[in-house]
């Protein structure tokens, strides 16, 4: 007889000889205290400082999102009740889909249950929609959006990352006529770089090709109203498609499209993902609506947080540890081992009580495994000091080499091509 439980366990022990088998922490965020948090430890309870949270301008707890997702709660209760067509279209949704189109001076925005939702179906029902639709994707786009893309069931191709010349010769082949979609994100979540997004939006009006820009890592931080990276390099009204999360800077759950009403209601029309599940609760979207509402007008979590990340920077450059230059609210630390970056990690949190989740493979490329940090406003110049001493006695203890992180350059993004 076939052994089933065999199979799952091997599946885990691959995993598990790799070390990158994944443990999660036991966490309870503590309104008022961010960053600090409860570990539910094996021994206990224990007060850690996070160092690796996407609440990256700490609007999870901020009293407005609170009070909002309260309130909604209070009036209009707690599930959605449906699907979007079946009794589920919320008047605290139908409101955030105006502040996102808003946000991103787009004719309409639609919302999904996640940003990965939202890449998924979103990618794949354009290019389905498009007759012989040729995708070309950056080699270096998050999993939501590959398997976006190999929803799609069309033709694709796969840009070096932020490769212009690769780009353009991949359009100049494709047919003049033929629609192309380009897919790309404007901040990359784990090496912090950042598309040139003018040079693309050029090269896709010479060409005749659709743009899709996922703007998760940006949305709510860069560009004067916090619209992202388009907004702050003035191509917003350039890209077709925008997408975003309501899960990381806006603190709260969700996923969205914005575009022109014709790419909305396509998609709003024929997106399973969409479709066939229940809407969001009034209560998140409500809190969402206040997130990027008042992140519209207030520069001060943005302008704290560069400040932030800027002394984070400087103090473990300055300690000599392997950071990875960005010019970015990502700060990769460089390991380039799956098993040291795992105890670097452990050592962290039950030595110095800081936590950052190792990033091994395959979120990131074999050999380029990091500990990723996202200073925060929160993250004041004490917190600083404590972690550049906490991660240099912790390099220290394992006998991991202080200095500087060489690139390894091409290598990077054609690991990551070939495994998506
Ligand atoms: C996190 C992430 C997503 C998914 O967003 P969720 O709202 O967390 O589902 C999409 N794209 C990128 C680049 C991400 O890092």
């Not at 103090?315 to 010019?327: H, W």
Request: charged share 20%.
């Amino acid at each position: 007889m076939f052994d089933y439980n065999g199979s799952f366990q091997s599946a885990v022990a691959v995993l598990k000889r790799e070390h990158r088998y994944r443990v999660f922490v036991d966490l309870e965020r503590k309104v008022g205290q961010f960053p600090h948090a409860l570990w539910n430890s094996p021994t206990g309870k224990r007060d850690v400082v996070v160092w690796c949270s996407n609440d990256y301008l700490g609007m999870g707890q901020h009293p407005k999102l609170i009070d909002a997702m309260c309130a909604a709660a209070r009036t209009m209760g707690t599930g959605a009740g449906g699907t979007r067509n079946i009794s589920g279209t919320n008047r605290a949704l139908v409101e955030l889909e105006a502040e996102l189109a808003d946000l991103h001076s787009k004719e309409a925005a639609l919302v999904f249950t996640s940003g990965y939702v939202s890449n998924h179906t979103g990618i794949a029902t354009i290019a389905k929609l498009l007759p012989d639709c040729l995708i070309l994707s950056d080699a270096l786009n998050h999993n939501s959006m590959i398997e976006g893309v190999r929803a799609a069931d069309c033709s694709k191709q796969i840009w070096r990352h932020n490769d212009l010349k690769h780009l353009e010769e991949l359009l100049c082949r494709a047919a003049a006529g033929r629609p192309k979609l380009i897919v790309f994100e404007s901040v990359y979540s784990m090496d912090g770089d950042v598309a040139p997004l003018e040079a693309i939006c050029d090269l896709a009006e010479r060409h005749g090709a659709m743009t899709y820009l996922d703007e998760v890592h940006a949305v709510g931080m860069y560009g004067r109203r916090g619209g992202g990276i388009a907004e702050r390099d003035g191509v917003m009204a350039r890209i077709d498609v925008i997408e975003g999360t309501l899960a990381k800077a806006f603190g709260t759950l969700g996923g969205y499209i914005a575009g022109r009403s014709a790419i909305v209601d396509a998609v709003r029309s024929h997106a399973p993902g969409f479709i066939f599940t229940t809407a969001l609760p009034p209560s998140i979207a409500a809190a969402a609506t206040a997130s990027i509402a008042h992140l519209k007008t207030s520069g001060a979590e943005r302008a704290a947080q560069r400040a932030a990340v800027a002394a984070t920077k400087a103090a473990l450059r300055e300690a000599g540890l392997p950071v990875l230059d960005t010019e970015t609210h990502i700060v990769p630390v460089m390991v380039g081992d799956p098993a040291k970056c795992k105890q670097a990690s452990d050592l962290l949190l039950d030595r110095h009580g800081i936590y950052i989740q190792p990033i091994n493979y395959p979120t990131v490329p074999r050999g380029t495994e990091r500990l990723r940090i996202t200073p925060t406003p929160a993250h004041d110049v004490r917190l600083v000091r404590q972690l550049a001493d906490a991660m240099v006695s912790v390099w220290h203890d394992l006998g991991i080499a202080l200095g500087r992180y060489h690139q390894p350059g091409d290598q990077r993004a054609q690991t990551v091509a070939a495994g998506g």
